[in-house]
């Protein structure tokens, strides 16, 4: 019932940012608790932060930290993720979901209920 579209994904140095933005149709937006996950080959799919329904709470992996912060319009139905002083081991297959449970019961691949197709971010030495 909800599609997931994920943008902005490229080729950046490291130290550099990029913005990623996950637009979202079908459904109740605000129902949602969103979340971004990430996939290195070869490697499982990881999770990198969630934000709640009304987007006044997020949580984030502790690695990631300082680093990346999640937002979202509900007008706009969308959630971005900004992505600073980005790292060679951050290049991966980004990936928009949608959860039908608060951020705080969303911290699994498993909690989510639908996924956009991802979009590649390249972090270069």
């Known amino acids: 019932q909800v599609q997931l579209v994920e943008s902005g994904g490229g080729l950046v140095q490291a130290g550099g940012s990029l913005r990623l933005s996950c637009a979202a149709s079908g459904g109740s937006f605000r129902s949602y608790a969103m979340g971004w996950f990430r996939q290195a080959p070869g490697k499982e799919r990881e999770f990198v932060g969630t934000i709640s329904w009304s987007g006044g709470n997020t949580y984030y992996a502790d690695s990631l930290k300082g680093r990346f912060t999640i937002s979202r319009d509900n007008a706009k139905r969308t959630v971005a993720l900004q992505m600073n002083s980005l790292k060679t081991e951050d290049t991966a297959v980004y990936y928009c979901?949608?959860?039908?449970?608060?951020?705080?019961?969303?911290?699994?691949?498993?909690?989510?209920?639908?996924w956009g197709q991802g979009t590649q971010v390249t972090v270069s030495a």
């Open positions: 979901a949608a959860a039908r449970s608060d951020y705080r019961s969303a911290l699994s691949r498993y909690d989510y209920d639908y």
